[in-house]
Structure formats: structure tokens, C-alpha cells
């Protein structure tokens, strides 16, 4: 090894030993106290809730992790509790405004967030499967005691939207959607039957996941085909976001709720299904 290789390797490494601890400090927060809170659902201790620190947003619940040293301990009525076990310290995130008072039942308040944003959020605190149509983006704002899942989806979509469950799955879409009313979203979904798409392609009947923040739909069901195998076309595509969580069900349940709700039809061919 020449001299010159040798100095070479030297300086790589101690560049490696300085810039690895700065890119892992990069995924640290020095200071929690700057996260902000943009919502909550609180059952005492726990729930979920929406923050956000420096452009980025995060929904939260007990157990979750913020980098790599902050633990989300609880989410309370009144604020979001962080713990950093390097120092053993606290952090209470208390939301720019009064909360309502502490009481023995379920809590949700928000800022002005778009309904499917709310939606995600009581979601994932009562550990619930929903699905929003792709126009549910109007924004509300929510500050209720309320007993339960039901009562506190009534007070999120109020006055605007509206939300059916089904089988476990809430289904959520605004009053009116291009000309025609809710009841004629929910009659599509009450009259079809997904178990047929089971019955042409038996990988459809094996369970999946999807969640989606607002990805485009074509991008979940590109995934849907390469896991099932199953050819998926759609003839006219459009980029429409998709708003859900659907957990450990079968795909082609999954497939109803996120296109069928979304005002578009699934066919079974030959070669595969076809999105029209």
C-alpha cells in the first residue's frame, strides 16, 4: 500500500467516526417542547393524537416512538406525555388553547383538521378500520366529551358528512358528492357483493392490509395485484387519494371499500380485474 492510499483510508475514517454520530443526532429532537399539538382522542391515559414539529406531521399513540429516545407514555385529556429514557426526563405537550374539562368519559379536541384527518385519529385510538371517499377533505374542528366510538364519529363529521359502519368498517363521505346524495354511495356498497371476486380469483380471498394518509389509488392497487398475483387494470385512470385503514381482511373486501365506495366498478375478466 502506497503512502498516499494509506492517508486516504485514514481520513475516510475519521470522517465516517464524525459525520455518523451527526447523521443519527439528525433523527433526535433536542427539544420536545417544540411539537405541537394538533389534535387528540383521550380515553384517560390513553388514545392518539396528531403532532407536529418542524413541517412534519405524526400520529401518535401510548407506545409509539418519536426517533429514537422519545416513547409517547400518554395521551391524556389535557396533553400528549413524552419520556426520554437517556434522561430520564418528562415532556408534557400541552395543546395553544383550553381543552374541555377532565371527565370520566371520552375526550376528542382539534384544531381546524380535514375530516379525514379526524377520521385516522379516532381510528387508531379505538383501534378501529375505516374508509373516507376521496372528497372527504373538507376541514372541522371537534371539542366534546362523548360516550364511545359512534357518538364521537357523529360529532366528526357533523355538519357535512356522514359515516355508515359496516362489518367492523366505517365508511365516511361528505352529504353530497358530485350531484348525487350519501344514500346513493351507501346503496352500492350495501348491494355488492365482494365475496365474487373471491370466487373467479381464490388469492383474493386471503387477507391484507392497506393504510393510506392520501397515496394515490392506483398506487394500492398496483400493490393489491403484486400480492395476490391477480392482474389489476383500471381503463381511464384518474389520481384520486385514498384515505383508509383496512387491516387483516380479506383482499377482496378490501378492493369494495376502496373502489367500489369511490364511485368506480370492479370486473372480473379472464385475465384479471378490471377498474372502470
Given at each position: 500500500?502506497?503512502?498516499?492510499?494509506?492517508?486516504?483510508?485514514?481520513?475516510?475514517?475519521?470522517?465516517?467516526?464524525?459525520?455518523?454520530?451527526?447523521?443519527?443526532?439528525?433523527?433526535?429532537?433536542?427539544?420536545?417542547?417544540?411539537?405541537?399539538?394538533?389534535?387528540?382522542?383521550?380515553?384517560?391515559?390513553?388514545?392518539?393524537?396528531?403532532?407536529?414539529w418542524?413541517?412534519?406531521?405524526?400520529?401518535?399513540?401510548?407506545?409509539?416512538m418519536?426517533?429514537?429516545?422519545?416513547?409517547?407514555?400518554?395521551?391524556?385529556?389535557?396533553?400528549?406525555?413524552l419520556?426520554?429514557?437517556?434522561?430520564?426526563?418528562?415532556h408534557?405537550?400541552?395543546?395553544?388553547?383550553n381543552?374541555?374539562?377532565?371527565?370520566?368519559?371520552?375526550?376528542?379536541?382539534?384544531?381546524?383538521?380535514?375530516?379525514?384527518?379526524?377520521?385516522?385519529?379516532?381510528?387508531?385510538?379505538?383501534?378501529?378500520?375505516?374508509?373516507?371517499?376521496?372528497?372527504?377533505?373538507?376541514?372541522?374542528?371537534v371539542?366534546?366529551?362523548?360516550?364511545?366510538?359512534?357518538?364521537?364519529?357523529?360529532?366528526?363529521?357533523?355538519?357535512?358528512?356522514?359515516?355508515?359502519?359496516?362489518?367492523g368498517?366505517?365508511?365516511?363521505?361528505?352529504?353530497?358528492?358530485q350531484?348525487?346524495?350519501?344514500?346513493?354511495?351507501?346503496?352500492?356498497?350495501?348491494?355488492?357483493?365482494?365475496?365474487?371476486?373471491?370466487?373467479?380469483?381464490?388469492?383474493?380471498?386471503?387477507?391484507?392490509t392497506?393504510?393510506?394518509?392520501?397515496?394515490?389509488?392506483?398506487?394500492?392497487?398496483?400493490?393489491?395485484?403484486?400480492?395476490?398475483?391477480?392482474?389489476?387494470?383500471?381503463?381511464?385512470?384518474?389520481?384520486?387519494?385514498?384515505?383508509?385503514?383496512?387491516?387483516?381482511?380479506?383482499?377482496?373486501?378490501?378492493?369494495?371499500?376502496?373502489?367500489?365506495?369511490?364511485?368506480?366498478?370492479?370486473?372480473?375478466?379472464?385475465?384479471?380485474?378490471?377498474?372502470?
Open positions: 500500500m502506497n503512502k498516499a492510499n494509506f492517508w486516504l483510508k485514514i481520513f475516510i475514517c475519521c470522517a465516517l467516526a464524525v459525520i455518523l454520530p451527526v447523521a443519527a443526532q439528525a433523527l433526535l429532537i433536542a427539544n420536545p417542547d417544540e411539537i405541537e399539538v394538533d389534535g387528540l382522542v383521550s380515553f384517560g391515559e390513553d388514545g392518539a393524537a396528531w403532532l407536529r418542524q413541517g412534519h406531521e405524526m400520529l401518535v399513540t401510548s407506545g409509539f418519536i426517533g429514537t429516545d422519545l416513547r409517547v407514555v400518554a395521551v391524556r385529556h389535557d396533553s400528549v406525555v419520556y426520554r429514557s437517556e434522561r430520564k426526563q418528562y408534557v405537550l400541552l395543546p395553544a388553547t381543552l374541555p374539562y377532565k371527565d370520566r368519559v371520552d375526550v376528542i379536541w382539534t384544531q381546524s383538521l380535514p375530516v379525514w384527518k379526524i377520521t385516522r385519529m379516532v381510528g387508531l385510538a379505538y383501534r378501529k378500520d375505516y374508509v373516507c371517499h376521496y372528497s372527504t377533505v373538507s376541514p372541522n374542528q371539542r366534546r366529551h362523548v360516550r364511545g366510538h359512534e357518538a364521537m364519529m357523529d360529532v366528526v363529521v357533523s355538519p357535512h358528512h356522514r359515516f355508515y359502519p359496516r362489518r368498517l366505517f365508511f365516511v363521505a361528505p352529504v353530497h358528492i350531484g348525487t346524495g350519501w344514500k346513493h354511495l351507501m346503496d352500492r356498497i350495501q348491494n355488492y357483493r365482494s365475496r365474487t371476486l373471491g370466487e373467479h380469483f381464490a388469492a383474493l380471498n386471503a387477507k391484507g392497506i393504510i393510506s394518509d392520501g397515496k394515490p389509488l392506483d398506487q394500492a392497487l398496483q400493490r393489491i395485484a403484486f400480492a395476490t398475483g391477480v392482474r389489476i387494470s383500471w381503463h381511464n385512470p384518474v389520481i384520486l387519494p385514498l384515505y383508509c385503514s383496512l387491516r387483516d381482511r380479506p383482499w377482496h373486501e378490501i378492493l369494495e371499500a376502496m373502489v367500489v365506495f369511490n364511485g368506480l366498478d370492479i370486473y372480473p375478466t379472464a385475465e384479471g380485474l378490471e377498474i372502470r
